[in-house]
């Protein structure tokens, strides 16, 4: 069974910095692509990056150029590293990966999350 854990969340300053990690572990799944979405409060969740296998990256109008994703790799292990963090990023983070299991079935597996607090 694929479990996907997210690490790294807690409080932290307004103009600082996060650094948040994914394992994907069990199975032999192939990841395709990971990512991260976020979810505040009152808020549906949305995508905040996302990198494929080859490389390729995207970035939300709201994190792009202060927010960096690594991931979907051989290793099963990702993450999205954020500087000049803000209000509005507090959020709870979420790994989202999509791959395939047993290099036949497609899956898309989620963490339960790590909540991310900044203060001002």
């Known amino acids: 069974q694929v479990q996907v854990v997210e690490s790294g969340g807690g409080s932290v300053q307004a103009g600082g910095s996060l650094r948040l990690s994914c394992v994907v572990s069990?199975?032999?799944?192939?990841?395709?692509?990971m990512s991260w979405y976020r979810q505040a409060p009152g808020k549906e969740r949305e995508l905040v990056a996302s990198v494929t296998r080859d490389g390729s990256t995207k970035y939300s109008d709201s994190v792009k150029g202060r927010a960096f994703i690594s991931g979907a790799n051989a290793r099963r292990t990702g993450s999205l590293q954020m500087n000049g963090v803000k209000s509005e990023d507090t959020a709870v983070y979420f790994c989202?990966?999509?791959?395939?299991?047993?290099?036949?079935?497609?899956?898309?597996?989620w963490g339960a999350g790590t909540q991310v607090t900044v203060s001002s």
């Open positions: 069990g199975g032999t799944f192939s990841i395709t692509s």
């Open positions: 989202n990966v999509q791959g395939y299991i047993g290099g036949i079935r497609y899956s898309e597996e």
